[in-house]
């Protein structure tokens, strides 16, 4: 890694140093890229498409509210299980380093709880094992999302949350088509993820060279700070509190649209039995839009110092996107749909991440407060189909675009307050 420097901005501002990724800082970017997509395939694949088909064969006419059930209990589980693993992580010594145990041990619980999530014959074990699936690999998550800060200089971090942006989507969007190929067998489905993510993720935690950390200082746990770590202060720390905010409207927003694909096609649309079969060219349709988004916005963000006009941008395309199916609504409406909102949501990936890593209150501890603000991530993703079901049973489809319109928005608003970050 090779650094070079540049004089003060005409405004007075510092510039971010520029640095070369070359070497060790090189392989961590390419690691990410498994690692990420080991995760990601996940929620794309089981909330969007295995978990509504494995409710709606348990119990058809209740479809909706179960699945608003199941995934209510699952997300409360990610909500607090993100910050413990990453508050432990922080304060764990071993000679594998504070992060690899937990990426790894996360992963083989997960892929077991996947295989049992497989086999549930009700509505009440589909709950138990889905939960046990958000915590494990919830564990995972705030562990590996401490890597960027942990050893990523800030000024190519743009660079690096264009390639986590990138694959953030492509697993989630392959999730989709995944499942939807291979959901005629429901339990081979799940033991294919199980397989892809523990493979990946064991990869990743090998191969980015897990450190002894055995002889650094470790800070005292008090079990007050820890409590208020949920708590995201606007006063203490203003710049967290909007990043944090931003986040989640902008995340709810979308994916209480994507969450709700299958159902939409299948009975918004009017497509039925189809849609399982459509629903992967849907999928497929943010892919191209998506690539071009992050190779644009990432090293853009970069080379330019500034964050949060891209961050800005980007939320109101995926708001603009939401509007196309709600006067739109047919299967063309929800291809166009894909392709503006993968745009959007690829953009948005690519610099948030970025920006979120420069705002966060501890130098000394990325992963507590990275498991934090990612609640802001993973919660809408399990959540937002809670939340579509209530919309949907008191307005109908039709009520989910407004919904997401209004977040989105709210979204873009949220990140001008943001004062340390251009």
Not at 32 to 50: E, H, K, M, S
Not at 267 to 279: K, N
Not at 294 to 310: E, H, L, N, T, Y
């Amino acid at each position: 890694m090779t650094t070079t420097s540049t004089p003060p901005a005409a405004d007075g501002t510092q510039p971010v140093e520029r640095v070369r990724i070359q070497g060790p800082l090189r392989s961590l970017l390419l690691w990410f890229i498994p690692g990420t997509l080991g995760i990601f395939i996940l929620w794309g694949a089981i909330p969007t498409v295995l978990l509504p088909l494995q409710v709606e064969q348990l119990d058809p006419v209740n479809k909706v509210a179960n699945l608003a059930i199941v995934t209510t209990i699952g997300a409360l589980a990610a909500m607090i299980a993100q910050p413990v693993a990453g508050t432990i992580s922080d304060r764990t010594r071993s000679r594998f380093g504070n992060r690899a145990p937990y990426i790894v041990g996360g992963a083989l619980i997960g892929g077991l709880a996947l295989v049992a999530l497989g086999l549930s014959s009700s509505i009440l074990m589909v709950a138990l094992c889905w939960t046990l699936v958000q915590i494990s690999f919830n564990v995972v998550q705030g562990p590996y999302s401490a890597m960027l800060p942990d050893r990523v200089p800030e000024a190519v971090r743009g660079t690096f949350a264009a390639m986590i942006g990138a694959m953030t989507m492509v697993g989630s969007l392959g999730g989709v088509i995944l499942a939807s190929l291979l959901a005629g067998s429901i339990p081979g489905a799940y033991l294919v993820l199980a397989g892809v993510s523990v493979v990946l993720l064991t990869l990743f935690a090998v191969f980015t060279g897990p450190r002894d950390n055995r002889g650094e200082p470790r800070a005292p746990f008090r079990l007050r700070d820890f409590l208020l770590t949920f708590w995201v202060n606007p006063i203490a720390h203003p710049d967290f509190f909007w990043a944090f905010t931003g986040r989640l409207l902008l995340y709810t927003g979308y994916f209480l649209v994507v969450a709700y694909q299958l159902y939409l096609l299948q009975d918004y649309i009017g497509l039925g039995d189809e849609a399982v079969v459509l629903l992967p060219i849907v999928s497929a349709a943010a892919l191209p839009t998506l690539v071009i988004a992050v190779a644009i916005s990432g090293p853009w963000s970069d080379r330019v110092g500034r964050r949060k006009p891209f961050v800005v941008a980007s939320s109101l395309i995926v708001g603009l996107a939401q509007v196309v199916p709600w006067v739109w609504p047919t299967f063309e409406g929800m291809v166009v749909f894909a392709l503006l909102a993968g745009f959007g949501f690829g953009a948005f990936q690519a610099v948030d991440t970025a920006l979120v890593s420069q705002v966060l209150p501890d130098s000394h501890a990325h992963a507590k407060d990275l498991g934090v603000v990612n609640i802001a991530a993973t919660l809408p993703q399990t959540i937002a189909p809670a939340i579509a079901g209530a919309v949907v049973l008191a307005f109908g489809f039709v009520g989910l675009f407004p919904a997401a319109i209004a977040l989105s928005v709210l979204g873009a608003l949220a990140v001008l307050p943001i004062r340390s970050v251009r």
